[in-house]
C-alpha cells in the first residue's frame, strides 16, 4: 500500500466523516475484524485508514459486547484531551461492514517498536505509560507503539481498555517505582481538573461506556495525582500475550 497523500487536518476531518469508504482489505491477523481501507472524495482526495466494524469484534468475557470500537474512538479522544496527539485521528462511523472506528493510518517504520524506541524516544514513552495507567490499557503489546515517517511514536490498537476493573497489561514497567515528571503531571493535572465541566472528557465517556467505567477513570486520574509515581506489575497477569 502506498503512502497517504497529506490533507490539511480540517480537510482530514471532513473526508474522514463524509467521504466515500472503499477498497475494504482485511488484515489476515487479529482476534476482530480489522480492514484497511480508503476514503475519498471522488475529486483525487483521499485518505488511508484503518476501520474496525462492531459486527466484527469477537466476544469477550469480560468487556461488554460491541463496545471495543467505542473504545478505540475514546482512547483517541483521552489523548487529544491530554493535550499529547498519541493515537492517530479516529472517529466513529458508518463503514462498508456497519458502524466501528476509522483511524487514519500512519505509514511507518517496520523494524521499529517498543523495544527499539525506548531509549531514543524516552519523553513520548514515558507519556505513553502514563497514557496506558489513565487508560487502564488490557494490551500494550510493543508492535502496537509505531514509529511514523513523520519521526514520530504513536499508539494504536485500544479496544479492550476503559475498564472498570484494574486490568493493565504493558510491556512498558522500565519506570516502575520512579516519580512521574511534572511536566507529564501537569497535562494530567489539567485534565482531571476540568472532568467536571460541561462537554468535558467525562461527558465523552458517559454518552459511550457504563457510569462504572466512568467513575473507575475519574478515580485513577485521581490516583496518578495523589501518588505520582510509575506503578509496579500487580499480582496478576500484567503483561499481553504476545509481547509483541
Known amino acids: 500500500m502506498g503512502p497517504n497523500v497529506t490533507v490539511p487536518p480540517t480537510q ?62 475514546l482512547a ?33 517504520d517496520p523494524r521499529a517498536h517498543y523495544f527499539t524506541l525506548r531509549e531514543s524516544h524516552r519523553d513520548r514513552v514515558l507519556q505513553l505509560c502514563v497514557y496506558d495507567v489513565l487508560a487502564n490499557n488490557a494490551d500494550r503489546k510493543a508492535s502496537h507503539c509505531l514509529l511514523g515517517m513523520d519521526g514520530r511514536v504513536w ?16 510491556v512498558i514497567w522500565d519506570f ?4 512521574i515528571p511534572e511536566w507529564i503531571l501537569v497535562d494530567v493535572r489539567k485534565l482531571a481538573d476540568g472532568l467536571a465541566r460541561p462537554g468535558s472528557f467525562r461527558d465523552e465517556m458517559a454518552g459511550l461506556l457504563s457510569r462504572q467505567e466512568v467513575e473507575a477513570f475519574c478515580r485513577r486520574a485521581e490516583g496518578l495525582l495523589q501518588r505520582p509515581v510509575f506503578p509496579y506489575p500487580g499480582p496478576r497477569r500484567s503483561v499481553p500475550w504476545p509481547w509483541m
Open 12 to 73: 482530514t476531518a471532513h473526508l474522514l466523516a463524509q467521504g466515500e469508504m472503499r477498497d475494504c482489505r482485511l488484515v489476515p491477523q487479529g482476534s476482530n475484524y480489522t480492514y484497511f481501507a480508503t476514503v475519498g472524495d471522488g475529486r483525487g482526495r483521499e485518505v488511508r485508514v484503518v476501520y474496525k466494524p462492531c459486527r466484527g469484534e469477537a466476544p469477550l468475557w469480560d468487556f461488554p459486547n460491541g463496545t471495543l470500537y467505542l473504545r478505540e474512538y
Open 76 to 108: 483517541y479522544r483521552l489523548s487529544e484531551a491530554l493535550g499529547w496527539g498519541l493515537v492517530p485521528y479516529t472517529i466513529l462511523r458508518e463503514g462498508e461492514h456497519g458502524v466501528g472506528s476509522v483511524q487514519v493510518y500512519v505509514e511507518s
Open 155 to 170: 499508539s494504536i490498537d485500544h479496544g479492550i481498555t476503559f475498564h472498570w476493573e484494574h486490568k493493565l497489561r504493558t
Open 176 to 179: 516502575a517505582g520512579e516519580p
